[in-house]
């Protein structure tokens, strides 16, 4: 069982800058590819972000394209999402992923097994 928990989230004005942070516990070593997804009030989940195992290979949604930067650190057993130039329309809860069965960038929902919980950007203009 693996369990992720994010952090970072808040409340920042237009323009500004969060960093979130998913930690991965349990059966980690089974965690592969992983990716950030939003989903705010009215509107479709959306895949923000996306990594590989490794963290050589990674994906972006046009709408955070050179704002948003993912990363992990397979030591510490932990995703990130550096957001910088927020917008309003960035408000969401943010949930990370993690697949057991992909060791590539993931961009399909049904192909991730794990779950965070989530933690809300709010985004002030």
């Known amino acids: 069982q693996v369990q992720l928990v994010e952090s970072g989230g808040g409340l920042v004005q237009a323009g500004g800058s969060l960093r979130l942070s998913c930690a991965a516990s349990g059966s980690i070593f089974s965690i592969n590819a992983m990716g950030w997804y939003r989903h705010a009030p009215g509107k479709q989940r959306e895949l923000v972000a996306a990594?590989?195992?490794?963290?050589?290979?990674?994906y972006y949604a046009d709408s955070v394209k050179g704002r948003f930067t993912v990363s992990r650190d397979n030591v510490k057993n932990t995703l990130y999402l550096q957001m910088n130039s927020l917008k309003p329309e960035d408000t969401a809860m943010y949930y990370c992923?993690?697949?057991?069965?992909?060791?590539?960038?993931?961009?399909?929902?049904?192909?991730?097994?794990?779950w965070g919980q989530g933690t809300q950007v709010t985004v002030s203009s």
């Open positions: 992923a993690g697949s057991l069965r992909h060791t590539m960038v993931v961009r399909t929902t049904l192909e991730y097994d794990y």
């Open positions: 990594i590989s195992s490794s963290g050589g290979s990674t």
